[in-house]
């Protein structure tokens, strides 16, 4: 089974909305990331946060990351058609692990 | 910016036959990756490779195998292909090890016919 795991598999918005993906994971964690892959490319770094911090920015993006609750969220705001891609959160198993885990991605399109 | 070139980008075979994919970086990475993604884009980690030292996953069969020359080459040999391989296969690297960014090559697309 996936140690992280997006909450919704498609998601659609029109340009100038905001969006959310949410994220769950099974284990602890040092750090948390966002990717973010288009059609026919490999997947893109778009922000990583550690556990030890609760809130990330990158221009339009916003993550935040819940240990507590073993959750994390990704908020695009003002969204744009180039923003349609598919979102996943990625993990590694604990400090150190050799191995970043992916969910399985949500599928954002965002309409004109 | 892509800089973590893959070769090729597509290739279609039979099945029991032989491939072999290209990966190079050129960000003078340590460590370097394998993952399969499949048609509902599921990423799964195959192997990672650093300083000469390689690690597995346990569930990929043992008809794949990585092939290095240096460290900013990882190549991928599957030696007799069978009709579930076909997949993407991308390749990555890190600067130190997965708990960093992640550059990921735009893939190798497989067909087994």
């Known amino acids: 089974s996936q140690l992280a795991e997006e909450n919704s598999w498609a998601l659609s918005v029109h340009e100038g909305e905001s969006v959310t993906v949410n994220c769950s994971y099974k284990?602890?964690?040092?750090?948390l990331q966002w990717y973010r892959q288009k059609s026919g490319k490999g997947p893109a770094q778009l922000i990583l946060?550690?556990?030890?911090?609760r809130e990330k920015r990158n221009g339009r993006l916003r993550a935040t990351l819940d240990t507590s609750s073993q959750s994390s969220s990704l908020s695009i705001t003002a969204t744009r058609c180039e923003d349609t891609a598919v979102y996943f959160c990625?993990?590694?198993?604990?400090?150190?692990?050799?191995?970043?885990?992916f969910g399985s991605g949500t599928q954002l399109t965002v309409m004109p | 910016e892509t800089a973590v070139f893959q070769t090729p980008n597509y290739h279609v075979t039979q099945v029991g036959n032989e491939v072999s994919f290209n990966c190079k970086q050129t960000?003078?990475?340590?460590?370097m990756y394998w993952y399969k993604q499949d048609s509902k884009k599921l990423l799964k980690i195959m192997f990672s490779?650093?300083?000469?030292?390689?690690?597995v996953n346990e569930t990929v069969p043992r008809r794949f195998s990585p092939q290095s020359s240096d460290k900013a080459h990882l190549n991928l040999r599957i030696k007799s292909v069978e009709p579930e391989d076909s997949a993407v296969y991308l390749c990555?690297?890190?600067?130190?090890?997965?708990?960093?960014?992640?550059?990921f090559g735009h893939g190798t697309k497989l067909s087994v016919l």
């Open positions: 990555a690297s890190s600067h130190k090890n997965s708990n960093e960014r992640l550059f």
């Open positions: 284990t602890s964690i040092t750090a």
């Open positions: 946060i550690r556990s030890n911090e």
């Open positions: 990625a993990t590694d198993a604990s400090s150190g692990s050799w191995q970043l885990i």
């Open positions: 960000l003078g990475h340590d460590t």
């Open positions: 490779y650093n300083n000469k030292q390689l690690i």
